[in-house]
């Protein structure tokens, strides 16, 4: 399985600002994915990160607050903008595995915002 | 639309089995996971099953599908006191390429 690293690996931050977190892989991958895990609550899909052209956003999610990069096939970036208490979740990564059949998560970001 | 639920708790006593249960409504998912998270870590993917299969077994692990009920379920045998996490299952319609939609999360507890 790929190994996925993300930075910061937690964070406290004050309402209003942004936080970018790095989502990198050790290998080459299509597909990568970007998650939030609410406290206590299950795992939404944000968006798909798509090289090359604008992430797909899924229904709730929007470009302005959730703007993602991807650069290459490695690499992801997901800032949360304009941050209010409500954005306090765990963030996390997942790329595809080989064969297109897995999904392999990153250690994900703890984000409190105050 | 597609709904993925588990039950929220289960206890079990070290050296018994654990049986966590499935249950989703897209009939139309290819693949269901089973995913564990430890305290404080990211998510870690346990094992897997494609939708033309009823079981599969790896390990302490035996995953059984029933497609006609929607029910999916993870038995760990032997369990043990590390095995104390919150294990999700997932569904997917074209595998790891694709979103994965994740059941509500069933907390395991392993006493001794």
């Known amino acids: 399985s790929a190994v996925i690293s993300q930075k910061p690996s937690r964070d406290i931050c004050q309402r209003g600002t942004s936080l970018t977190i790095q989502c990198q892989v050790d290998?080459?991958?299509?597909?990568m994915f970007w998650y939030r895990q609410q406290p206590g609550q299950s795992l939404t899909l944000i968006a798909t990160?798509?090289?090359?052209?604008?992430?797909?956003?899924e229904s709730g999610f929007v470009i302005d607050k959730f703007p993602i990069s991807r650069p290459n096939l490695t690499f992801s970036t997901l800032t949360v903008s304009n941050m209010s208490p409500e954005d306090s979740s765990i963030y996390l990564c997942?790329?595809?595995?080989?064969?297109?059949?897995?999904?392999?998560f990153g250690p994900g970001t703890r984000l409190l915002v105050l | 639309g597609e709904d993925v639920e588990q039950s929220l708790f289960l206890s079990v006593r070290e050296g018994d089995s654990s049986v966590i249960n499935c249950t989703y409504t897209d009939s139309s998912s290819t693949y269901l996971y089973w995913y564990k998270q430890e305290p404080g870590a990211g998510l870690q993917l346990l094992t897997y099953i494609f939708s033309n299969m009823d079981m599969k077994q790896d390990q302490r692990l035996t995953v059984l599908l029933n497609k006609k009920d929607k029910h999916l379920s993870l038995r760990i045998a032997d369990t043990q006191t590390g095995d104390s996490a919150i294990y999700f299952c997932?569904?997917?319609?074209?595998?790891?390429?694709?979103?994965?939609?994740f059941g509500t999360g069933t907390q395991l507890k392993v006493e001794l």
């Open positions: 997942s790329v595809e595995g080989v064969g297109q059949e897995t999904q392999y």
């Open positions: 290998s080459q991958v299509t597909m």
């Open positions: 997932a569904e997917s319609i074209t595998g790891g390429g694709n979103k994965l939609t």
């Open positions: 990160a798509n090289q090359g052209s604008e992430a797909t956003y």
